[in-house]
C-alpha cells in the first residue's frame, strides 16, 4: 500500500488531516483504568504506519485515549513515531483527549489552547495558531463533539460559529453527526433503539423523527464550507464499517474551512482501504491547502480535485 502514488501532494502545500483514534489505537480496556501499561499498541502501531504514509504537517487526533498517563509516554510515543511537535487537549470525559501535531520544519505552534470552550464541551475543543514554513498564520481548531445529545453537540458548536467566515481559520474533528444535505436514511431499522436519541429529531408527539443536524447547520449557516456540499468533492462515508450496531455509511469527521479560507483548498479525501478499515471505528479524512503568499488574501474556491485512496 503506497499511499504517496495517490496523495501526491504539490509542493509548497500544506496537508491537514484528522483522526479518530478509538481507544487511542489500544486495545484491552477493562473498566477505566489510568494507566495505559498492559495495553496492547498493536493497532496503534499500524495507525502510525498509516498517517506515516500520508505526509501529513498538521494532524488533528480525537481519542488519544489517557495518552496524558504514565508521564504522557503515548502522547510522546506517537509524536516521536510520526516525527512531529505535539500538544495535548485533555477531555472532560473518558479519557478521551484531542491532540495536536504539527511536522517538524514545515509548521511551528505560535501558541496552544487545549481547552478554547472553558470547560463546556462534553469533550473538549482545543486551538492552535500554527505558523507554516512560508509564513502564513492559520488557526487550527481540534472538536470532538458530544457523542450522546445532538442537543449537546448543537450548543458545542456556537463556539466556534464566530470564526466562520475568518481568511484563516480550520475546523476539523469528529464532530458525530451528518452534514446537511448528506442522504437520509430510509429507515432507521439499522440502529438499536437505545441509540436513536444520540442522532435523531424527536417531534412534537414525541416520535423519532429524522437525523438531528443542528450542529452541523450552524457551522454551514456560519459560513464554515464543506469541502463535498459547498466546493464540489465527491462524498464518501467516514463511519459505518466498524460495529455491527451502528452499520450504516456516513459523514463523522470533518476539515471545514472557514469562508475565507476554502479559496485555499486544493484536494480532500476520506483514506479508505482495507487497512485502515481494519485499524478504527473512523477513516482518517485529509485536505490539502495552498497557502497564500505573504501578505496575500485569498480570493475564490479552486475546482475540486479529488485525492483518490
Known sequence: MLLTDFLIKPKGNLRVC???????????????PTSTHGLSAGRWGRQMELLNLLD??????????????????????TGEALGMDWRLAPSGSHGCHLMTLVR?????????????????????LSRADIV????????????????????ARSIEAGWTTEFGCADDVILAGDLNGM????????????????LHSRHRRLDPGGAYGPS?????????????????SSLGYP???????????????????????????AALLTGWAVIRTPVSCELSDHLPVVAD?????????????SPAVRLTA
Not at 18 to 32: I, R
Not at 104 to 124: I, L, M, N, S, Y
Request: aromatic share 12%; net charge negative; with cysteine.
Open 179 to 194: 452534514w446537511p444535505g448528506d442522504p437520509e436514511p430510509d429507515s432507521w431499522d439499522w440502529l438499536p433503539p437505545h
Open 235 to 261: 462524498w464518501a462515508a467516514t463511519v459505518g464499517h466498524w460495529s455491527e450496531t451502528e452499520r450504516y455509511p456516513m459523514r463523522s469527521d470533518y476539515i471545514l474551512p472557514a469562508a475565507g479560507t
Open 132 to 151: 507554516t514554513e512560508s509564513g502564513w498564520g492559520v488557526r487550527v481548531f481540534n472538536a470532538h463533539l458530544a457523542p450522546f445529545s445532538s442537543e
Open 289 to 301: 491547502f495552498c497557502p497564500p503568499p505573504t501578505g496575500a488574501q485569498p480570493s475564490s474556491p
Open 104 to 124: 517538524h520544519g514545515r509548521a511551528a505552534f505560535r501558541d496552544f489552547v487545549p481547552d478554547a470552550a472553558e470547560g463546556k464541551f462534553h469533550h473538549t
Open 212 to 228: 438531528n443536524r443542528d450542529a452541523q447547520a450552524k457551522l454551514q449557516l456560519a459560513g464554515f464550507r464543506d469541502p463535498v
Open 18 to 32: 484528522t483522526y479518530n483514534m478509538l481507544d487511542g489505537g489500544l486495545d484491552g480496556w477493562k473498566g477505566n
Open 56 to 77: 501529513l504537517d498538521i494532524l488533528l487526533l480525537q481519542e488519544a485515549k489517557s495518552f496524558d498517563s504514565d508521564e504522557m509516554a503515548m502522547a510522546r510515543a
